[in-house]
């Protein structure tokens, strides 16, 4: 089963001050553009670099993309690699741009 967090959750808890392991899964001149912090690594070189990342395999990590979809792609390779608490953002970082436009 796999988990998500929407935009009102994730912005609550950024607000709370709550240290975040934030995986963002956007190609690098994304990530340059705009970003809200967190390891980037690109979901086409994710497979390549699985073992660069730096959390623990049993660490909540809320894996971000621009709409959630490579987010999600993402998720399941760090599931089948035995990522045990990955966390997908519904609607990417674009629902929380929104969110935080209103």
């Known amino acids: ?8 959750k994730l912005q609550q808890r950024i607000n709370d001050g709550e240290a975040l392991n934030l995986l ?3 190609e690098a ?4 553009t705009f970003n809200i912090g ?3 690594i ?6 390549e670099n ?11 990590i809320i894996v ?10 993402s998720q399941t390779i760090l599931t089948q690699n ?3 608490n990955v966390v997908n953002l519904k609607g990417g970082l674009k629902a929380l741009q929104k969110l935080n436009n209103k």
């Open 1 to 8: 089963m796999y988990q998500i967090i929407d935009a009102a």
């Open 24 to 26: 963002d899964v956007r």
């Open 29 to 32: 001149i994304e990530y340059h």
């Open 38 to 40: 967190g390891i980037n």
């Open 42 to 47: 690109p979901v086409s070189k994710l497979k």
């Open 50 to 60: 699985i073992n660069s990342i730096s959390y623990n395999k049993t660490d909540e």
């Open 64 to 73: 971000i993309c621009s709409a959630g979809i490579r987010s999600e792609t």
């Open 82 to 84: 035995g990522y045990e």
